[in-house]
T-cell receptor, first 114, second 114 residues
Framework: AQSVAQPEDQVNVAEGNPLTVKCTYS??????LFWYVQYPNRGLQFLLK??????LVKGSYGFEAEFNKSQTSFHLKKPSALVSDSALYFC????????????FGDGTTLTVKP | ETGVTQSPTHLIKTRGQQVTLRCSSQ?????VSWYQQALGQGPQFIFQ???????GRGNFPPRFSGLQFPNYSSELNVNALELDDSALYLC?????????????FGPGTRLTVL
């Protein structure tokens, strides 16, 4: 069975500092990996995805993520956090042999303080 | 371009009742996925419809059923409601039923079962 873990329920950073939101996955096969952000009372918004190729993926709003196959990780990063980045972040994995069945982590709440 | 819409926004039902939730996919998309998001958890995949056919199903009982219409809008039906069915139900559309697709989420329907 595939699973996605976000080991930190909460991440707190100061505005202007770099941020990292961690994600590890456990799947048999080659997963495609996604990051989504959820604001209060809203659906999920796509940030970025890793399909193949360069391990560093750049996405929306200045976010990027690094795919590390040996560590089965896909951590989300941003060089300089904004207060408006405060939200709930979800990592998800999809197997190339199981179209549609996305497995999500339980989310990490990011709080950026001024 | 019209985004993903869901109706109703909120719904209150009692145990044993039946409910139908609706989703209109984004313009140009032929694939709809449904997710259940319990409080404090990540979305759990229920099923996906691609061109009116079920294209994958998660670990949900048969009382969760769905439909996709020729215009690619979709319904999620839940029979014999249980208290644990209380959750945010998210619909996501994508352009083709592929694992690499980016999913675009609607705002969700908040279902409360009393």
């Amino acid at each position: 069975a595939q699973s996605v873990a976000q080991p930190e329920d909460q991440v707190n950073v100061a505005e202007g500092n770099p941020l990292t939101v961690k994600c590890t996955y456990s799947v048999s096969g080659n997963p495609y990996l996604f990051w989504y952000v959820q604001y209060p009372n809203r659906g999920l918004q796509f940030l970025l995805k890793y399909i193949t190729g360069d391990n560093l993926v750049k996405g929306s709003y200045g976010f990027e993520a690094e795919f590390n196959k040996s560590q089965t990780s896909f951590h989300l990063k941003k060089p300089s956090a904004l207060v408006s980045d405060s939200a709930l972040y979800f990592c998800a994995a999809v197997l190339n042999t199981n179209a549609g069945k996305s497995t999500f982590g339980d989310g990490t709440t990011l709080t950026v303080k001024p | 371009e019209t985004g993903v819409t869901q109706s109703p926004t909120h719904l209150i039902k009692t145990r044993g009742q039946q409910v139908t939730l609706r989703c209109s996919s984004q313009s140009g998309h032929n694939t709809v996925s449904w997710y259940q998001q319990a409080l404090g958890q990540g979305p759990q995949f229920i099923f996906q419809y691609y061109r009116e056919e079920e294209n994958g199903r998660g670990n949900f009982p048969p009382r969760f059923s769905g439909l996709q219409f020729p215009n690619y809008s979709s319904e999620l039906n839940v029979n014999a409601l249980e208290l644990d069915d209380s959750a945010l139900y998210l619909c996501a559309s994508s352009s083709e039923g592929s694992s690499t697709d980016t999913q675009y989420f609607g705002p969700g329907t908040r279902l409360t079962v009393l």
